[in-house]
């Protein structure tokens, strides 16, 4: 069958009025049949009473029990002809006539008939059994005889003066069932007049349902729903973004994991948007004059977010607003991290490069003979370091990622007129293992110092570094000061302020940074104001700390920064150094 003569299958909701009418449609067929039947029972019990009754009062009556008795004492029945002008004939037809029954017919006790509507009847076996009247039993019956189906009774007839004794013969009284129907007939018509209006607001309930359910639905099948609601569901679970619907009535209607991880909330689905424990700032974006293009930045639960809303819409019907939270402080650690991956990168291809040259050198002069002047030239090399990079006392770090990243942020200072340099008391015994985490705190704490002193007033410019290896068994703890040669904080700023995000002290007062503030990140320095609480948050969460030592004074030296790294260095063992040194306290394998 070609596609385009398929018959489109109908839509659930037309499927849902079809059902609806014809479960409508079957109750009130089956309450009206219900009905009538019942009707048309209790119609014809109350003509068998009726029968019954007048069946009573004619075998009661005793010229009937007379002239029955008379005739079956006698031999034989009498002909057609006597009965029909006998006196039993007469009164049986004024009783029906009189009463409006179908017949009253009396016969004897065999069961011939002695008085019967038709004459030609008359001395012929009854076509129904007269068996249990002329035992002397009452029963009302519900048959088709001779004049058609009929509601009636019979009832035996005793002689004269025997009460219950001798039954001569029988009475039988009849009420045309067709009469019956049109009794119910009459009675029916009020129950078809119900029926119908049960059937007309049965009409319009269903219809008014369908549009309710497509309201309802927004005009969806059910299979769409379905879809959509696996679709949300993997969607709002499975993306770090948070989402926040707030349903056109005002109260939450989704509210995912990721949005309760980064408000620090637990789950508001149905909570009035309005009374919400959610930023003012939020609440400000879902307002009629909010503008939809505008993204704010706030701090929430601990984390410095982007927050933007917009209008949800379907087919022209608002269906209220959608928050979208994304964290900033995860895209600017990750940052941070690349840049430190990259900066060690330039480092190594440079090292790599000098190392080549040193190596060309060393092979030149062995070429040539001249042995004293290599030994010279590599003691040199082991006295001055690997690389001649713009940090004071290089040597003193032996590690080669330390190394390469404080020589790659020395070259950086150098070129901003900034002296890097070593403190006298830097030791690192271990290998670095951790290090894109060290490289993340010593980078924010080593920009900000270089910040801080080339916006200080002090001209000689200058940062200084000092490293420690704690060695324990698990992992050994690095410890990092760094110093600088600026003006330090501002008076009065609270030690704890400075990692709160959104600090910085760019423009001299401590407001928080605006959301496209460019410059490097940090707690002194023009930035965004999130590279100290980027630095604190990843050392606590290794179980360490970043903390302020010393604020600074005007004029240098400036604010002193500690931070601890526990489990980022290893190659020791407590109180043991990794490699064996020399008498000038230096690695033989530098």
Do not use: C
């Amino acid at each position: 069958m070609p596609r385009s003569a398929r018959t489109p299958p109908l839509r659930f909701s037309t499927q849902t009025l079809l059902l609806q009418l014809g479960v409508v449609l079957l109750v009130v067929l089956l309450s009206a049949a219900v009905h009538a039947w019942l009707t048309y029972d209790r119609v014809g019990r109350e003509a068998e009473n009726q029968a019954l009754t007048l069946a009573r009062a004619v075998a009661a009556d005793p010229s009937v029990q007379a002239d029955v008795l008379a005739i079956s004492a006698g031999a034989g029945t009498p002909p057609p002809a006597v009965l029909r002008g006998g006196p039993l004939m007469a009164a049986a037809e004024a009783i029906r006539t009189r009463t409006g029954a179908l017949f009253v017919v009396i016969t004897d006790e065999t069961g011939l008939r002695l008085a019967h509507p038709d004459p030609d009847r008359l001395g012929e076996k009854v076509s129904t059994d007269p068996s249990e009247a002329l035992a002397g039993q009452e029963v009302t019956t519900r048959n088709t005889g001779t004049l058609g189906p009929s509601a009636g009774a019979k009832v035996p007839v005793y002689a004269p003066g025997t009460g219950t004794g001798t039954v001569v013969g029988e009475v039988s009284v009849g009420y045309s069932m067709e009469s019956v129907g049109q009794s119910v007939a009459r009675d029916i018509g009020p129950v078809g007049l119900t029926a119908a209006g049960a059937l007309l607001a049965g009409v319009l309930a269903s219809f008014l349902l369908r549009r309710r359910l497509q309201r309802l639905t927004l005009g969806l099948e059910p299979e769409e729903i379905s879809t959509l609601v696996h679709d949300q569901v993997a969607v709002l679970q499975g993306v770090d973004d948070g989402v926040i619907g707030v349903s056109a009535d005002g109260r939450i209607s989704v509210f995912n994991a990721a949005a309760q991880r980064l408000l620090e909330q637990p789950d508001l689905s149905g909570t009035p948007w309005a009374k919400a424990p959610v930023p003012e700032q939020l609440r400000a974006l879902t307002r009629p004059d909010a503008a939809e293009a505008d993204a704010i930045e706030l701090v929430a639960g601990g984390s410095v977010l982007v927050a933007s809303a917009r209008k949800a819409l379907h087919r022209s019907e608002d269906l209220g607003w959608v928050v979208m939270l994304r964290d900033r402080t995860e895209l600017q650690q990750l940052t941070r991290q690349l840049d430190a991956v990259g900066t060690m990168s330039t480092a190594l291809r440079a090292q790599r490069h000098e190392f080549a040259n040193q190596l060309h050198t060393i092979t030149g002069l062995m070429s040539i003979g001249q042995h004293q002047q290599a030994r010279e030239y590599l003691a040199g090399l082991a006295a001055t370091g690997p690389l001649k990079f713009p940090v004071d006392q290089a040597e003193l770090l032996q590690d080669p990622y330390l190394q390469a990243f404080v020589g790659a942020k020395g070259v950086e200072a150098d070129e901003r007129g900034v002296t890097l340099r070593i403190g006298p008391e830097t030791l690192v015994r271990g290998q670095v293992t951790e290090p894109q985490d060290v490289t993340t705190v010593l980078g924010n704490l080593i920009d900000n110092a270089v910040n801080a002193a080339v916006a200080g007033s002090s001209p000689d410019r200058w940062v200084e570094l000092e490293v420690l290896d704690e060695p324990h068994d698990d992992g050994g703890t690095l410890h990092i000061v760094v110093a600088d040669s600026g003006d330090g904080l501002a008076a009065g700023t609270d030690a704890e302020a400075v990692f709160a995000e959104g600090f910085t002290t760019a423009a001299g007062p401590v407001v928080p940074a605006p959301a496209a503030a460019g410059g490097r990140s940090g707690g002194r320095s023009g930035g965004q104001g999130l590279g100290l609480a980027l630095a604190r948050k990843l050392a606590r969460r290794r179980g360490g700390d970043v903390r302020l030592l010393e604020p600074g004074t005007p004029g240098g030296p400036g604010a002193v920064f500690m931070a601890s790294l526990p489990r980022t260095t290893a190659g020791t063992t407590a109180g043991t150094p990794a490699g064996t040194q020399d008498s000038a306290g230096k690695d033989n394998d530098a």
